[in-house]
Nanobody, 131 residues
Framework: EVQLVESGGGLVQAGGSLRLSCAVS????????IGWFRQVPGKEHEGVSC??????????FYADSVKGRFTFSADSAKNTLYLQMNDLKPEDTAVYYC??????????????????????WGQGTQVTVSS
């Protein structure tokens, strides 16, 4: 059974930093798509950063709203994903989720844009940025 468990959320002032973690079990990092998403009440999931083995050497996709501030990394030895968030803004306030799928057909950009393509989701962690 695949499980994803996020941690590291909290309350931070604007300009501050947080690092989210996502512990992954039952999932091997071979032929995969993984990503971070966020959601505010009443809105759809927004893809923050995603990567797919279909990307080859293209690198990680980042939404324009977080580019240059957020960094997505993965430690396959620890089966853990990370989202380092710097220079946080009040508009970054949301519940953050990590997600994954096996055997992706498309790029990380695609799965960030169409979150329903991800098969496995964590329970989410709240990030609140005060002004």
């Amino acid at each position: 059974e695949v499980q994803l468990v996020e941690s590291g959320g909290g309350l931070v002032q604007a300009g501050g930093s947080l690092r989210l973690s996502c512990a992954v079990s039952g999932f091997t990092f071979e032929d995969y798509a993984i990503g971070w998403f966020r959601q505010v009440p009443g809105k759809e999931h927004e893809g923050v950063s995603c990567i797919s083995t279909k990307d080859g050497n293209k690198g990680t996709f980042y939404a324009d709203s977080v580019k240059g501030r957020f960094t997505f990394s993965a430690d396959s030895a620890k089966n853990t994903l990370y989202l380092q968030m710097n220079d946080l803004k009040p508009e970054d306030t949301a519940v953050y989720y990590c997600a994954a799928r096996r055997h992706p057909l498309y790029s990380g950009l695609f799965y960030c844009a169409y979150h329903n393509g991800m098969n496995y989701w964590g329970q989410g962690t709240q990030v609140t940025v005060s002004s």
